[in-house]
């Protein structure tokens, strides 16, 4: 039995869901018996609890140290003053760092893992370093360029630079150059790139088993809509909507529907808002035949989602890597941006400069960038043509052969 610790950075869902796909891929490609241990904290140690209900034992709630949310995303100012200072139930980072270290090396110590994959952790990429175990670090950051963020930051990012380096192989969850999506958030130095390989987007690979059309499904079909994703832990989700509420208000926006997925498991949040200003519910609004505007749903089934994807003109994300992956190499469909983060503000305008979406910072800008997209759907079109031919979608795949590589190397 080989054993095998899957470490989960929980900022954010990216991590877990990429995870979740290399962690399917492992069973498919590796023949011996797996026993494997989880390690995360906070919605992504209840997720993993809630999915693998008979694994509790080997589900680890290990407070990794993470930003401390602000109004949107994290906040620079608190998080830095946390560094020395209990901020918001938050014990000063340092501690955090000692304690978390701590409990990661207890559970190195007692497990004697064979191999380790970290998607955002770089503790334990330094555990398994000290302990000649191989890792495989999951990424699509390196040292990103920032915008809006002030220099002080830049020495901490060389500090994580240097964590990265220790894994044995850095994975960048992107296709090769030069159709590497995240290019602007990695900027590798000369040490980590003998180390890096572009394994592929880590999209859902899996068949989507169709079943009956729902009420959505139906409301939407033969209509031309955008459609608007929040994502993200809760300040980000939240920071994504206020922006998105902004937009709408706007004059331009009376008459441009829209779907507005909040990937919060609510039923509360469904609903329809008619032309006529009255809200009504999914199946009402289906039952009346209401020409709608805006219809808000709280959690998409993947068949759900599947379909929107397939019919709105465009996507309003906020720059989610993996997202951006799914749209636009996955869906061929062009995006808009409206960044939270400086990583989400280079995807973005990586993306811009290839013609596959367009970069909005101020409300106007996503308005503008609904008409330019309208006006040259075609040359969109054909970027997104050309990227999407070349667009690697194996990426929990490909880490998973390299994974069974290493195994076989070590016996």
Known sequence: MLKIGEFIYPWGSGHYSR?????????????????????????????????????????????????????????????????????????????QIINYLREERKLYNKEKFDLVINDGDMGSNILAKNRNIPSLFVTNQFRPKLYNSRSYLYP??????????????ILVADSPPPYTMCEYNLNFIKEAEEKVVYVGHFTNSKPIQKEKETDLEQLVANNEFGYWMRTGNKSTNDGTGQRYEEVFTQSEMQKEKRIISHARNESSIDGVIGKDGKKYSISDALEKKIDWIQIDIGFLSEQEKDTILNLCNYAVVNGSHTVMGEIMGGKSKPIIGIPIYDEHTNNIKWAQEKNLGVLAIKT????????????????????????????????????????????????
């Open 19 to 95: 995870m979740m796909r290399l962690h399917e891929a492992l069973e498919d490609h590796i023949d011996d018996e797996l026993d494997v241990h989880f390690s995360s904290k906070d919605h992504v140690y209840e997720k993993l609890i809630k999915r693998f209900p008979d694994k509790k034992e080997k589900i680890h709630n290990i407070l990794m140290p993470t930003p401390i949310d602000g109004k949107f995303g994290p906040s620079v100012s608190k998080s830095l003053m946390n560094i020395l200072l209990p901020i918001e139930n938050n014990p000063s980072l340092i501690r």
């Open 156 to 169: 901490s990012l060389i500090f994580i630079a240097k964590q990265i380096i220790k894994a044995s192989k």
């Open 364 to 411: 106007k800008q996503v308005i503008q960038g609904i008409s330019k997209i309208k006006e040259n759907y075609a040359e969109f079109e054909g970027s997104l043509s050309e990227f999407s031919k070349n667009f690697v979608p194996t990426g929990a795949e490909n880490s998973a052969k390299i994974a069974a590589e290493i195994l076989e190397e070590k016996r």
